[in-house]
């Protein structure tokens, strides 16, 4: 069998007037992620992950922010894009697994929406997707919630 295996890292800061999108989920609070598109870290982790299993470079080679089209696009139609990508390879998703680093707001109590709707997208069960969420205990730019970060790792299989 051949496998790939893909990581994935996104980062953006949190400002006022911009909602908070975290795997296509939108999760009240009074700051949300800036960025060309709805800034979900989550998905763009996700993203970069699959496309750097098979070298295919990153996200922003695809839908880049100094392209007006991109400009507020829904990540969760950005990742079924990118899946096309694989899936027309040849490829499929065996699983993600991923975390999220935010000091505010608890994440816990979206974690199983985030996951049905990140599998949902990309067509596989919720048991092939993790989702985890985890502080910085203050430390650094996302611990003082100037920002929320997530990684990811895709296994692939052909």
């Not at 998905?43 to 089209?69: R, V």
């Not at 490829?91 to 990140?118: G, S």
């Not at 067509?123 to 997530?150: F, H, Y």
């Amino acid at each position: 069998m051949n496998i790939r295996i893909g990581n994935g890292y996104d980062m953006h800061r949190l400002v006022a007037e911009r909602p908070l999108i975290l795997g296509g989920v939108k999760i009240e609070h009074e700051l949300g992620l800036l960025g060309h598109s709805d800034a979900d870290v989550l998905t763009h982790a996700i993203m970069d992950a699959l496309l750097g299993a098979l070298s295919l470079g990153d996200i922003g080679l695809y839908f880049p922010p100094t392209d007006a089209k991109w400009a507020g696009a829904d990540s969760i139609e950005l990742l079924k894009q990118v899946h096309s990508l694989i899936v027309d390879r040849g490829w499929q998703i065996a699983n993600i697994d991923t975390v999220v680093v935010a000091e505010r707001p608890k994440l816990k109590p979206h974690i199983h929406t985030m996951r049905d709707r990140l599998a949902a997208a990309l067509n596989l069960s919720p048991e092939q997707v993790g989702v985890k969420a985890t502080t910085n205990e203050e430390l650094d730019a996302t611990g003082r919630e100037e920002g929320i970060c997530a990684y990811a790792v895709v296994l692939l299989t052909q």
